[in-house]
């Protein structure tokens, strides 16, 4: 699979998904937009596992940005896409705001978890891959780190409300 | 060929925490291209990636979950009782803080239900064989250090047993925490003035008819009430008849009538009188006609150039019974010298007629000789010296002649379970 059709296939799911949270023709634009970036910013990007998940974080960005515009109630945003710095290291207070708020959910709803998920994302937080995580929980087959770590995110999503956001 | 979807949803955790292998990441991202449920959870979870992803919210997340793991016990604990192997451990702890609790209860009520007789043991030698000049000083001594005793003290003999019985918790605990020199105070140093070396000849020469003690002690008051006529006449059903000997019982002589003809109540009633640190369960079932327990006893001085050696005593006794003997030295307490400690045990059985023959060193001042129908029990050396305490209605007589020189110590009442005798080697002629 070349980076066209890497990129044709990225442009039907971002629509698909994005037709989900906005209507048919901003989700067509907000796949367009996307597109545009990984394009134009990022000629240099070909191989899958760098492309997807590059094409997921514009796509984040720009659904951010979508839902600011909305907030706006109707204002236009001048702003073009490609002075969006990728990496928000900064960000705006409104940003930072959100962000801390989502730290503090995701550490209470870790406080809820059981012993065993909490080892598990402890694990998963220091870097550990899955084959990794197998042998320090003393575990036979990778395939139960993958079902508990499954189980767990479940869980930590279900008590930070349904949302990561 | 494509990996079925629930096998690379699995993988998801793996890539908000980007720990996922290069291997699984392609696999995840081609299959995300081609399914639209995963692509959709996959970009869900960008929001959790890009939360992670900040170095300073991981080293948070890591500090929380890593406080968690410290200071959670009651969570674990939680855990922990909530598995079947965690339940079954406490449910056994619990039994057996139970079973120790229980355990501790029965034996102290029956430490309880044993102090009584040895209580009254306890208070008997103040009483009996003294010259009549000496009674009224013994009751002095013990009206200063024991109350409660001195007021029992007028009152019939089965009265007092009963007055002193409630009181005999505490007095039982002060004589075991009685420091060495105790027999300097109280009833100790009564009976120890009443073991002078003219007391002791008196007692060997005396018969037992001399000891009775109904003669010496001081007639009680006239009974005032039935009650007082009831324990006046209970006390003289109690009495034994002493005018017996002991060399008699010994050798098998039928009591006297009196004892003979006591009806089998008395047995239960006496039944107290049984060693308190006996093991009761494995005394031998009782014959309907019990032979009174006795015992004989021999010294032979030994020599040792031209100082005395150790003098070497010869116990006896007239049935099947269990045998201690200990030595006493001075103050200190006394020591288990039969049988042996590398025996391991504490009662020697032994038949009528063998002879236990041992050797007393000359630090030795005292021995006391213990007798018993059913095995002796597990005792500190703090009671030895309460159990080497006579029974007052014990009677002691010494043969002299020409083919024996010997002591017999015999208690005619049929139903005591146990002889005891402390006998003083320092008044003893042959020393």
Known sequence: MDRDDMLTALRERIVAFAALRVSRDHAEDLAQDVLAVLYDKYPHVVELIELVPLAFQVLRYKMLDAHRKALRRGEYNQESVDDLALPASGGSPETQLDQKQRVERLLAALAQLGERCRELFRWKMEGKSFPEIQTLMGQTSVNTIYTWDLRCRKQLLSLMGGSWE | ?431
């Open chain 2, 1 to 431: 060929m494509p990996e079925p979807e629930h096998e690379l949803e699995k993988l998801l955790g793996g890539f908000a925490a980007d720990t996922l292998t290069p291997e699984e990441r392609e696999k995840l991202f081609r299959a995300a291209l081609q399914d639209q449920q995963l692509f959709n959870a996959l970009a869900d979870e960008q929001a959790l990636k890009e939360l992670l992803t900040d170095p300073a919210i991981r080293r948070r997340v890591l500090q929380s979950l890593a406080r968690q793991r410290g200071t959670g016990p009651s969570p674990s604990w939680r855990d922990w009782f909530a598995r079947p192997a965690g339940l079954a451990w406490a449910g056994g702890l619990a039994a057996g803080v139970f079973a120790v609790i229980l355990g501790l209860k029965v034996y102290q009520d029956g430490l309880h239900q044993a102090a009584g007789p040895a209580a009254t043991e306890e208070v008997r030698p103040t009483t009996p064989s003294p010259p009549p000049q000496a009674a009224p000083p013994v009751q002095a001594p013990l009206k200063d250090t024991e109350p409660k005793a001195s007021k029992s003290a007028p009152l019939p003999e089965t009265a007092a047993k009963d007055a002193v019985a409630s009181a005999s918790n505490t007095r039982e605990k002060a004589a075991a925490s009685r420091p060495p020199q105790a027999p300097h105070s109280s009833a100790d140093a009564t009976e120890k003035r009443e073991s002078s070396p003219q007391k002791e000849s008196q007692k060997r020469d005396a018969t037992v008819g001399t000891l009775g003690k109904s003669a010496e002690q001081p007639a009680p008051a006239a009974p005032t009430s039935e009650l007082d006529r009831l324990l006046l006449a209970e006390e003289k059903t109690e009495q034994p008849d002493l005018s017996v000997s002991a060399r008699a019982l010994f050798l098998g002589q039928p009591p006297a009538s009196g004892i003979a003809s006591r009806p089998q109540g008395d047995e239960v009633e006496s039944a107290p009188k049984t060693d308190r640190f006996a093991l009761a369960q494995k005394a031998p079932q009782r014959q309907p006609a019990l032979k009174p327990m006795a015992l004989r006893y021999t010294f032979v001085a030994g020599e040792k150039g031209d100082r005395p050696g150790p003098v070497t005593l010869t116990v006896e006794s007239n049935q099947e019974a269990y045998l201690q003997i200990w030595t006493r030295a001075g103050d200190a307490l006394p020591e288990l010298v039969l049988p042996a400690k590398e025996t391991g045990r504490i009662s020697l059985k032994t038949v009528a007629g063998q002879r236990q023959e041992i050797k007393v060193s000359q630090e030795n001042d005292r021995v006391i000789v213990r007798l018993s129908r059913v095995p002796f029990g597990p005792i500190t050396r703090q009671e030895a010296v309460m159990a080497g305490r006579s029974a007052p209605n014990q009677v002691t007589e010494s043969a002299s002649t020409a083919q024996e020189q010997a002591t017999y110590v015999a208690n005619p009442d049929p139903s005591a379970s146990e002889l005891a005798i402390e006998i003083s080697l320092s008044t003893y002629p042959s020393r």
